[in-house]
């Protein structure tokens, strides 16, 4: 394996949910999208489990994103609202709605930026 492929690797596995928000965050503010953070301590004030961590707005454009760790599964809240958002995408017209779940190596690749900058 390539040393900067195993480099990317290590930080990929290392990085926290935490540190890919601020990160992410960092890229929706650039690129001018409007955002909207739910915090892992929202869940204890009403918020349904599993919904997506980022709804983003830019123009015609929304995207749900869920972020997690590099090595760690959606939970079943999380899969349910999984489903029924990538449905609502099916059935928009011109991309104008999309669901992803973002990892740490997706950042590092550069395809979170690929996706906001499209």
Same mark, same amino acid.
């Given at each position: 394996?390539?040393?900067?492929?195993? %480099?990317?690797?290590?930080?990929?596995?290392?990085?926290?949910? =935490?540190? @890919?928000?601020?990160?992410?965050?960092? &890229?929706?503010?650039?690129? /001018?999208?409007?955002?909207?953070?739910?915090?892992?301590?929202?869940?204890?004030? /009403?918020?349904?489990? /599993?919904?997506? #961590? &980022?709804?983003?707005?830019? =123009?015609?454009?929304? &995207?749900?994103? $869920?972020?997690?760790? $590099?090595? %760690?599964?959606?939970?079943?809240?999380? $899969?349910?609202?999984?489903?029924?958002?990538? /449905?609502?995408?099916?059935?928009?017209?011109? $991309?104008?709605?999309?669901?992803?779940?973002?990892?740490?190596? #997706?950042?590092?690749?550069?395809? &979170? #930026?690929?996706? @906001?900058?499209?």
């Amino acid at each position: 394996m390539p040393a900067a492929v195993d %480099e990317q690797t290590t930080k990929a596995r290392a990085m926290s949910e =935490g540190s @890919l928000f601020n990160e992410v965050a960092t &890229i929706l503010k650039r690129l /001018g999208w409007r955002y909207f953070h739910i915090p892992a301590t929202a869940y204890r004030h /009403g918020v349904r489990a /599993g919904f997506p #961590d &980022i709804t983003a707005v830019k =123009g015609r454009r929304v &995207i749900f994103a $869920e972020l997690k760790r $590099e090595k %760690e599964k959606l939970s079943d809240e999380q $899969e349910a609202w999984a489903y029924d958002l990538l /449905g609502v995408a099916a059935q928009t017209v011109y $991309e104008t709605v999309r669901y992803y779940v973002w990892r740490p190596s #997706d950042l590092l690749a550069g395809r &979170i #930026d690929e996706v @906001l900058a499209g």
